[in-house]
């Protein structure tokens, strides 16, 4: 098998055979060599000038890693994403950078693709034309930017497929037809007619990777052989002939990048006319059978033994330096390195303790701890090396604020309790009960505090006030009346007071113009409804017999798709898909548990202590109970065995006891105690 890589760069409207933005480099180990090309597209004009060294960073660190093709990609674009985050977190809004890049490391005929950012890799083989891009993806964060890089990887069989990478600007000029039928042309031939559509963009690279039938040893011929070996050229910069024949002809003097430079001589001669030209042949892939055993006219007969001779005294001299000077040379190239990572990851600890922003103390960590590894990876039995990397991880603990609840106390264990089948949904606490809505029958049950018998207040199917009660879709306790707020999917509202027999049916007017219901909030004697599928938090103020009210939006129709969890202090917060928003008068302000170390994932209820300024969030997916200041920052995670199967949270009146709802029971700890990590600091 012989990969062959061709390549063509417009830069500046001028083509060239290798752009700026594109890198190709081996690593060779002992057992196998890995070829590496990186591919570099900037999200704006001033990250432009960056992008090379940018993609020979990444290139670098890949070359020293010993990890799997995959972890040392993974590992190599973090480490490049966390320097250049660092130099934009310093620098001036107008001198910050980002970068997508596009890998690929080529081991044994199977080619591993990395993206983050922008960039586009077409794969074409016998099963069609597939494309890789990062849109609607984590890995569409670019190198440099806010969030943390989450690569995306793909895999291709060279012996089957080709793949051909693009900057995404590309497809924008010419569609995709044209790219499909570019490859459709075959390896041979595709760089040729893609450049044809391509030649009037400004700036672009395209690299065609293939499986050809070379020799490996030797260079591959180019796409279109050069009409005049003598013309001098500039550079790389490449001559252009005609237009394939399945393209409209080109204009007069237009450039062609399927075609190599002769090396620079003289001055250029004057070129043939257009109609004295000769048309340019398409690229010869396969080679000619070589001609063994005949010597060219001229060459001399014998060999020059005296040169030769002076030639091996010089390689000897050469080896003997060699052997004397560059390990010395190696030894004080492996101390700089460790050095310069010892001192970035000293740099990037005093970040962190100087710092009162959770998240940038997280991310200084974050970089502290690469550099460590990149250090440990040079010498890991050097003396400083263990002393930081304990210093870090102390304070990424404390930064992690995990609390092991050991005082659980079981409220209630639903079976025997309950009768089956039951789906624990929502819990809310008032009046020194405990409310549960069970999602599988369309039940509500009154729970002492204490653990006692549970009692069916609620149930669907029966008539209250000779209104037929539907299943409920939220339930909330609001305190400036002392009742329980249930609302069916008939948009009836029911009202439960502890002292009453049964459910009162409330007013709650157009309430069936909502297009859904995601959950429910009580405030000052308000009720908020959270509509996702209408971008909206609607807010019905108390009149009449409930809320015969107008009721009216309070975020003006936004994307709330993800929305599941609402509360109100005057501010709006809105749990979606594992981010808390926060919303004053309409407008977003910064987002909430910042520093924390992963954001909730189907997180399954939401409570504030309103008097502590302290949210709460039973973070289903990572089965721990999380607190955070209602201002911004994380305050800590709560763990326990019991949390497999979260389901809801609520707090006592006084915010000293957390009531957490799970797939068996309810229990509950004391959420206010500190993080053993965070109490130990001075």
Known sequence: ??????????????????????????????????????????????????????????????????????????????????NLAEWNRRSLREHQVAVGLTCIAIREGVATIAQVGPGSVYVAGPEGLEKFVTDDLPAAAPLGGPEPVEPAFHAADLDKQQLLLLTSDVEGAIGAGAIGHSLAAGPERALAELFVRTRQLSDMTAVLIADLDIDEDEEPPPPIETWDEDEEVEGRRVILGEAPSVAPAPVEGTPSPVRRMAPAGPA?????????????????????????????????????????????????????????????????????????????????????????????????????????????????????????????????????????????????????????????????????????????????FRIPEGGGDPTEVYRTGERYEETEAREPLAITWESTSGRLLVLDTARTLFAIDPEAPQPTVLTLRDAEEMTSVGAMAAYVGNLYILDAEAGEVWRYLQAGNGFDS????????????????????????????????????????????????????????????????????????????????????????????????????????????????TGSGIYAFDPLQEPPAAAAQP
């Open 550 to 661: 107008e009721r009216s939006g309070l975020l003006g129709g936004i994307d709330l798709a993800g929305a599941s969890a609402l509360g109100v202090d005057g501010d709006i917060y809105v749990l979606d898909e594992g981010v808390l928003r926060r919303f004053r008068l309409a407008q977003e302000q910064e987002p909430l548990l910042r520093g924390i170390d992963t954001p909730p994932e189907s997180a399954a209820g939401l409570v504030e202590d309103a008097a502590r300024g302290r949210i709460y969030i039973a973070d289903r997916g990572n089965e721990r109970v999380v607190a955070g200041n209602r201002e911004g920052p994380f305050l800590a995670q709560f763990l326990h065995p019991e949390f497999l199967d979260l389901r809801g949270i609520t707090l006592s009146a006084d915010g000293s006891t957390a009531y957490v709802l």
């Open 1 to 82: 098998m012989a990969i062959w890589v061709g390549r063509y760069a417009m830069v500046g409207g001028e083509v060239r055979e290798h752009g700026p933005w594109l890198v190709d480099r081996e690593r060779r180990r002992e057992d196998e060599t890995v070829r590496l090309i990186v591919l570099a597209e900037p999200l704006d004009e001033r990250s432009g000038e960056f992008c090379a060294e940018v993609a020979e960073a990444v290139a670098a660190l890949f070359g020293r890693e010993a990890l799997s093709l995959t972890g040392g990609l993974l590992r190599s674009l973090q480490q490049a994403h966390t």
């Open 268 to 444: 250029p001669r004057e070129r043939p006319s257009e109609e004295r030209r000769p048309p340019s042949p398409m690229p010869q892939i396969r080679r000619p059978p070589r001609v063994v055993g005949h010597r060219a006219p001229g060459m001399p007969t014998g060999l020059p033994w005296r040169w030769l001779a002076g030639a091996l005294a010089v390689l000897l001299a050469l080896a003997a330096a060699v052997w004397l000077v560059v390990p010395g040379l190696l030894s004080e190239d492996r101390e700089a390195q460790l050095t310069d990572a010892l001192g970035r990851a000293e740099g990037f600890l005093s970040v962190a303790e100087g710092t009162v922003d959770p998240a940038q103390e997280r991310q200084a960590l974050t970089s502290a701890l690469a550099a460590i590894e990149e250090a440990r990876a040079i010498d890991a039995e050097d003396p400083r090396v263990a002393p930081l990397q304990a210093e870090a991880q102390s304070l990424v603990a404390v930064l992690d604020a995990v609390v092991e609840v050991a005082d659980l106390r079981e409220v209630i264990t639903f079976e025997g309790r309950i009768t089956a089948p039951l789906t624990p949904a929502a819990v809310v606490y008032g009046r020194g009960d405990l409310w549960m809505l069970d999602g599988e029958r369309g039940r509500v």
